[in-house]
């Protein structure tokens, strides 16, 4: 039986804490590279409004959006980890692209400042699932099931256009997304496989939770901006 001295860690508490180091910081320049794509395009608001008037363009992008981050979700552990690096920038490229159109609608400084909101709220919410003993499993459940009422919600009032259906579907995403941040920070730590540190397996279990982490960081933004957010006049 080993022995701890108080205040050292376990072998196995080192390589927790560094599988969940490299999920942050592929998160981080998922975050960086669609940061960079979203104000390249925001640099010339011309292509922005080119590629929402180009409707073939806008919608393919946003599907090829939808199924690259579906075939990324589910089939990582299948590919090469180089593959599935790529895949993820690529995904984080064409999220920037198609969020560019958030500087149609809200102001710079209103961007902006929900950005570090949300990044404060993440933040402690990922501190919290880190953290805590608690098993989140129901209340992540819950949000997954409020996720699935927002999406179809969202879906109607695309058709009908209500301003109060968009509100109260924000203040939810901003609880729901809040929930899975601290969910999925949990889920993740209890997913590192011990003793792969370094492997190619180790690489896609880092980038299947950075992928995690930024749907919850960029829903939550989102989510933040619609509720919140100050529109251009």
């Known amino acids: 039986m080993s022995y701890n001295p108080p205040g050292l860690l376990s072998a196995a508490e080192i390589e927790t804490r560094s599988f969940i180091?490299?999920?942050?910081?592929?998160?981080?320049?998922?975050?960086?590279?669609?940061?960079?794509?979203?104000?390249y395009m925001a640099s010339d608001p011309r292509m922005i409004v080119a590629l929402v008037q180009t409707k073939i363009l806008f919608y393919g992008l946003m599907l090829a959006e939808l199924g690259l981050v579906v075939y990324l979700s589910g089939w990582v552990k299948t590919m090469d980890v180089g593959t599935a690096r790529f895949a993820f920038l690529f995904y984080s490229a064409l999220s920037g692209v198609t969020l560019s159109?958030?500087?149609l609608i809200y102001t710079r400084g209103s961007i902006a400042s929900t950005f570090f909101m949300t990044a404060g709220m993440f933040g402690a919410m990922s501190a919290y699932g880190y953290m805590t003993k608690t098993d989140l499993t129901s209340m992540g459940n819950f949000c997954m099931m409020g996720l699935l009422g927002i999406i179809l919600a969202s879906v109607v009032n695309w058709f009908v256009q209500s301003t109060a259906v968009e509100m109260v579907t924000s203040y939810l995403g901003i609880l729901i997304f809040v929930g899975l941040t601290a969910y999925d920070t949990q889920k993740i730590k209890a997913m590192n496989t011990l003793g792969n540190d370094g492997t190619?397996?180790?690489?896609k279990e880092?980038?299947?939770?950075?992928l995690m982490l930024y749907l919850d960081f960029i829903n939550l933004f989102l989510s933040l901006l619609r509720a919140t957010g100050?529109?251009?006049?």
Do not use: H, N, P
Request: hydrophobic letters at 50%; glycine letters at 12%; proline letters at 0%.
């Open 21 to 39: 180091q490299k999920v942050y910081a592929w998160m981080s320049l998922g975050l960086a590279v669609t940061g960079a794509c979203a104000l």
């Open 101 to 103: 159109v958030i500087f």
């Open 200 to 203: 190619d397996e180790d690489g």
């Open 206 to 210: 880092a980038i299947s939770g950075a």
């Open 230 to 233: 100050r529109r251009r006049d």
